[in-house]
């Protein structure tokens, strides 16, 4: 099994930054594609962000590209997401994620909830307008 616990959300005016962090023990293997997703109340999880494996392939939808960076450090089997110019809109709980195996290699394969085997308990995001 592997564990990830989330933190660094918080509330922050719109314009802000704001850096999470995503800290991987247990059976962890630097081989695996990690990812981040939110939940907003009454919606679905969305996809935010992916690094794959070999950390040089980095992915985001249309709605944060250009305002954050997902990054990770192999050293300290952790996963970080840097938010750039908030928005009210991206208030949700931000969840870190690890897939099993080689699984993806496509965005369409990234986004998809079902492909990632592990997830963090989530960190709340609230960016007030």
């Known amino acids: 099994q592997v564990q990830l616990v989330e933190s660094g959300g918080g509330l922050v005016q719109a314009g802000s930054s704001l850096r999470l962090s995503c800290a991987a023990s247990g059976r962890t293997r630097s081989s695996y594609a990690m990812g981040w997703f939110r939940q907003a109340p009454g919606k679905e999880r969305e996809f935010v962000a992916a690094?794959?494996?070999?950390?040089?392939?980095?992915y985001y939808p249309d709605s944060v590209k250009g305002r954050f960076a997902i990054s990770r450090d192999y050293a300290k089997n952790a996963v970080y997401l840097q938010m750039n110019s908030l928005q009210p809109e991206d208030t949700a709980v931000y969840y870190c994620?690890?897939?099993?195996?080689?699984?993806?290699?496509?965005?369409?394969?990234?986004?998809?909830?079902?492909?990632?085997?592990?997830w963090g308990q989530g960190t709340q995001v609230t960016v007030s307008s």
């Open positions: 994620a690890a897939q099993i195996s080689h699984s993806c290699s496509t965005y369409t394969c990234y986004v998809r909830t079902i492909e990632w085997g592990y």
């Open positions: 690094i794959d494996w070999s950390g040089t392939r980095t």
